[in-house]
């Protein structure tokens, strides 16, 4: 017998003496929105989900209407951490807002800071973090170590944590999207079909794939 036989042998018997424990598959948080929910199953749980929208057209605030519909259907809650106090609640009637926590911020840190205070209580099934109006010095004023400060917070959690930004800036995300819309201000008066957003993956769990619907 050869080496190489020997070796394959040795493989497989420490393969049957030592087999790899069969790890569960990660939980994900379904948002009723199809672009998401089809390119990783929904938001992944216990880990970050970085939402980029490069343009001020691409409907990032109908996103966030969309996923607190959700919630008020499923009978959640959803927190908001608003990096630039720009959320409108205005249109979305009281009904709704009764499953949202709204957490006012004026600069990009102060909403870092509000998020880690809401992953320690770990009571929402959703935290988003907007900070697609905050400008690019503020941004680049957060440190790498607040967002992986985040990811060990999040992961023991069975909480989604998503963070949208007008450009990909978090190393830690499992999760890179990109909401690659451009509406016309027609479109956004109206009520946006869900079904009309179109997502770009940047990268789930290492893989690279693209879904436009």
């Given amino acids: 017998m050869d080496a190489s036989s020997r070796i394959i042998d040795l493989r497989n018997l420490l393969a049957e003496r030592f087999p790899e424990p069969q790890i569960a598959p990660q939980a994900r948080l379904a948002t009723g929105i199809a672009a998401l929910d089809q390119a990783n199953g929904g938001l992944p749980k216990g880990a970050i989900t970085e939402l980029t929208s490069a343009h001020p057209s691409s409907g990032s605030a109908s996103l966030i209407a969309a996923l607190l519909q959700r919630a008020h259907a499923e009978g959640q809650f959803l927190a908001l ?14 009904n709704l807002l009764g499953n949202l926590l709204w ?17 320690r209580d770990g009571n929402f099934p959703l935290v988003i973090l907007d900070l697609v109006l905050n400008s690019a010095d503020e941004l680049r004023k957060i440190p790498q170590t607040s967002w992986y400060r985040s990811q060990r917070l999040v992961e023991p959690l069975a909480t989604a944590f998503l963070v949208l930004t007008r450009r990909s800036m978090i190393s830690s995300a499992q999760v890179k999207l990109t909401l690659e819309n451009r509406w016309m201000l027609r479109d956004l008066q109206e009520d946006v079909d869900c079904a009309r957003f179109r997502v770009h993956v940047q990268r789930v769990q290492g893989g690279k794939q693209e879904l436009a619907i």
């Fill in 103 to 119: 957490v006012r911020c004026s600069k990009a840190i102060e909403a870092v800071k509000a998020a880690d205070l809401l992953l």
């Fill in 81 to 94: 951490i608003d990096g630039r106090d720009s959320f409108d609640p205005q249109p979305l009637g009281n």
